[in-house]
């Protein structure tokens, strides 16, 4: 048996012995084949991935160096399994700067 998933419809099923090797997705509207050898490559490298410890980014997977950090490849900060871009980390540290002022301010 093989986890499947299709990029097309997005949906996944299980692949069974009693099944062609290339078949059609089992999703009615969607035309996309699967090729069973193809799936299983695809699986052992993720595996392969998990094993060596590579952390890699959840936008684009590709390997970073730490949880915190900047990706090199998209550009966006990553903190844990969230991303986002730079911009938006900026506004935080503003926000969070305006609030500890007025809080110093009226304290």
Not at 16 to 33: A, F, N
Not at 75 to 95: M, P, S, W
Request: with cysteine; proline share 5%; hydrophobic share 35%.
């Amino acid at each position: 048996m093989q986890k499947i998933s299709c990029p097309d419809c997005l949906k996944s099923f299980i692949w069974t012995d009693s099944m062609p090797l290339r078949g059609k997705c089992p999703t009615i509207d969607c035309e996309w084949t699967y090729d069973v050898h193809r799936e299983i490559k695809k699986g052992i490298t993720q595996r392969e991935g998990e094993v060596q410890h590579v952390i890699r980014c959840p936008h684009c997977h590709q390997p970073i160096d730490a949880k915190v950090t900047v990706c090199n490849h998209c550009d966006e900060v990553i903190i844990g399994a969230r991303y986002f871009k730079k911009k938006y980390l900026f506004y935080v540290v503003a926000a969070v700067l305006v609030v500890l002022s007025l809080i110093y301010k009226f304290w």
